[in-house]
């Protein structure tokens, strides 16, 4: 076959990777007509396979489909077929189509909560996940630290405080957004070599497979010494940063340096490059003025424009929903006023919980995504229903100017069947009961009555209509005075206040009494999980399945123990303080040993990641301590930002959120014992200890040799399930 654009061969190199027979493989360009934006094909006959596409990804996404027909599903538990089949089992000619041009992945900070410390091997499996998911435009931060540091020296900036305001592997999201900056760090001296050359390896093949990268551009955010005296300054979580005004001529010849260097660094992002600005992203821009609010887009337009003439400026509609008092109609109106619609891309970002595009997305062009997590904490929900429903609409009505949808979650490799879902909704709509059916065989590998029982009776609790807010849980809940401290939290997402706060979002709020009435629902679906673990031959997907089902029931029936704690000490009985708080230990050390049998739920396996990026013992520490910040304190002490990440994982259960609750209730029977009124701020200088105590740790004991079925057994054993 003819293959001068290598398009046969890419689509080869993914059936390869997952491990099918590209040998026995036929590849087809096709030609789409104008009613669809891409469509895929495949049949299968005497053992051959043949697939069809518009594009590579089209074609990757008939061969998902196919092998789902089959009962085989790729996903990021299963990013094998295994065991390999033995043939191409025989198909009749099938076709897949959408409407979206647009197929959105990753959200900015997904490179914080989910790949800042991945390396070439586990990204080249993610962006096969895409491509057999159908994303046409995956966001890529990989290496903008890189290219704003040299930008920063070319600038003027000497490097070792271009270094500085960098700061962070974990935290450059936010610094390249203007939220934060001088926060951690120094990166390792091989940093800049090595982030290029793995960025370098994601756009080709990115490229290669046929999507178009969105690469993020600086919003003008610069040291003070560059910005000068009387600069405009942003703030958000305590940070102040000072930034160019993006009407300026600085700010344009910023913008015209950086991308200069981020085409060196980088290559060319072709002659129509998708950019990512977000100079506000959650902060409120130095003016309300509607005149400087419109020079200010004006700006940022014309210092791409100059770059690259055909650049579609991509913007988040985040704050435009997260200040909503600040960003009233006229103010968004003026921001965008003198930006040309066909250069102006707007992200309606949390469509499946605070739509904005029901309310208009300002005549622009728009692209709908899901964020569904926040923070890459635990949290087992997804309402499917509603999924299924919101796509379906936005397929079959196509809204005024909509040229896509995508995922945009804040962390990725959890609630996999909402992601699943939401790949194959792309594709045209589906009852979503009978598609759990069949995703519940094609997840564990075999064709059982009782999984499919397990997943209906999930969809009737943790992924049940209206569940589009994570359920909290209070292991995480930071201890911080003689009061529920799962009980009064904002919810994370939700618009904010008018008047100045620094309200905590480390977790949810507690908003939902069903959690602990469906707790013997859940547990039922893990045990009829546990039958399969003999027969199954996907075992992981079910172990993991296992694993966070168990660890979300026995998390969730630690709130008992909480709130026994506080009844006791109402009563001022100090001895059953003590009691309730022998509970919790126990009940926590259950999590972490359940937690220590998985791989991907271990301290030790994030702590480890970061490390591999150091070349000697002082870069390690230094990559260890940032990568503990942002799963526990996070930032500054006074940042409020506590546990917004938090993790069920073995070593941050055990290290961390067990001795916090122990001096929490020691301080409770202290007081009851004595009949006092404990003191708030003895509290909290022993947990601020602690917190920092395990961010300078090293090392983390944390694995386990014991199964998860063995151990998930017996946890529900023990809770009586």
């Not at 099938?94 to 959200?107: D, E, M, Q, V």
């Not at 067990?658 to 009949?675: F, I």
Request: charged share 25%; aromatic share 8%; proline share 7%.
């Amino acid at each position: 076959m003819n293959d001068v654009d290598g398009f046969a061969e890419t689509v080869r190199g993914i059936v390869a990777r997952i491990g099918g027979d590209a040998a026995r493989l036929q590849v087809v360009r096709i030609t789409g007509g104008t009613a669809d934006a891409a469509i895929g094909e495949y049949s299968a006959a005497g053992g051959v396979l043949t697939l069809r596409g518009t594009d590579p990804v089209a074609a990757a996404s008939a061969l998902s489909r196919y092998l789902q027909r089959n009962g085989r599903r790729i996903t990021w538990e299963s990013p094998r077929l295994g065991p390999v089949p033995a043939g191409w089992p025989d198909a009749p000619p099938t076709s897949i189509r959408t409407p979206f041009a647009i197929r959105y992945h990753l959200n900015m900070v997904t490179h914080a909560y989910s790949t800042p410390f991945w390396d070439w091997d586990r990204w080249e499996r993610e962006l096969d996940w895409m491509a057999l998911h159908g994303i046409t435009h995956p966001f890529v931060l990989t290496a903008y630290e890189v290219v704003l540091e040299e930008t920063l020296t070319r600038s003027g900036v000497s490097r070792a405080a271009a270094r500085s305001w960098v700061g962070s592997a974990a935290h450059t999201p936010w610094m390249s957004v203007g939220g934060m900056h001088d926060f951690g760090g120094p990166l390792p001296d091989s940093w800049p070599e090595r982030r290029v050359g793995l960025a370098r390896r994601i756009l080709t093949r990115a490229r290669e497979l046929g999507m178009t990268p969105v690469l993020p551009v600086t919003g003008g955010h610069v040291p003070g010494a560059l910005a000068g005296d009387g600069a405009p300054e942003i703030e958000w979580q305590g940070w102040r940063t000072p930034m160019f005004d993006p009407s300026s001529p600085e700010y344009a010849e910023f913008v015209r340096v950086f991308l200069e260097v981020q085409r060196e660094l980088l290559g060319d992002p072709g002659p129509r490059p998708v950019i990512a600005v977000d100079p506000y992203i959650e902060s409120l821009p130095p003016s309300g003025d509607e005149a400087a609010l419109a020079a200010a887009g004006r700006g940022i337009h014309r210092a791409l424009s100059a770059v690259h003439p055909d650049a579609t400026w991509l913007l988040q509609g985040w704050p435009f929903h997260y200040h909503r008092d600040f960003w009233t109609p006229e103010r968004v109106g003026a921001y965008l006023s003198e930006v040309p619609h066909e250069r102006l891309l707007l992200i309606d970002l949390w469509g499946e919980h605070a739509p904005m595009w029901r309310g208009g997305m300002h005549g622009r062009r728009w692209i709908w995504t899901a964020i569904h997590n926040f923070g890459g904490r635990f949290a087992l929900f997804g309402d499917l229903t509603g999924l299924a429903r919101d796509m379906a609409e936005l397929a079959v009505d196509r809204p005024d100017r909509l040229e896509g949808v995508g995922l945009a979650p804040e962390a990725i490799e959890n609630n996999t069947v909402f992601y699943e879902l939401a790949a194959d909704l792309v594709w045209g709509g589906v009852e979503v009961d009978d598609w759990l059916d069949a995703f519940a065989v094609q997840r564990y590998g075999i064709d059982d009555e009782r999984a499919r029982q397990a997943w209906r009776l999930l969809a009737t609790t943790l992924y049940a209509p209206g569940r589009t807010r994570s359920i909290p849980s209070p292991v995480f809940a930071r201890p911080w005075s003689a009061d529920a401290p799962f009980a009064a939290q904002r919810l994370a997402g939700e618009a904010l206040p008018s008047e100045p706060s620094r309200m905590s979002a480390n977790i949810d709020a507690e908003n939902d009494p069903a959690v602990s009435a469906d707790l013997p629902v859940i547990a039922r679906a893990a045990r009829l999980l546990l039958e399969l673990a003999d027969v199954s031959p996907s075992p992981d997907a079910l172990e993991h399945d296992l694993a966070e089902l168990t660890g979300h029931v026995l998390a969730q029936r630690s709130r008992e123990h909480i709130r026994g704690i506080l009844s006791a000490f109402g009563r001022q009985d100090a001895g059953g303080v003590r009691e309730r708080a022998d509970d919790l230990r126990s009940a926590l050390l259950a999590l972490d040993g359940l937690a220590a049998t998985r791989r991907e739920s271990r301290a030790s396996t994030w702590i480890a990641a970061a490390r591999a990026w150091a070349d000697t013992d002082a870069e390690a520490a230094v990559m260890e301590r940032d990568a503990r910040s942002l799963v526990s304190v996070w930032g500054h002490q006074s940042s409020g930002l506590h546990d917004y990440s938090g993790r069920h994982w073995s070593g941050l259960v055990r290290d961390l959120y067990l001795p916090r609750w122990e001096a929490w209730a020691s301080w409770l029977a202290d007081a009851a014992e004595t009949g006092s009124e404990p003191d708030a701020a003895v509290l909290r200088s022993r947990i601020v200890r602690i917190e920092e105590a395990w961010r300078d740790a090293s090392g983390s004991d944390d694995a386990s040799e014991s199964s998860a079925v063995a151990v998930a057994s017996e946890v529900l054993d023990r809770l009586g399930y």
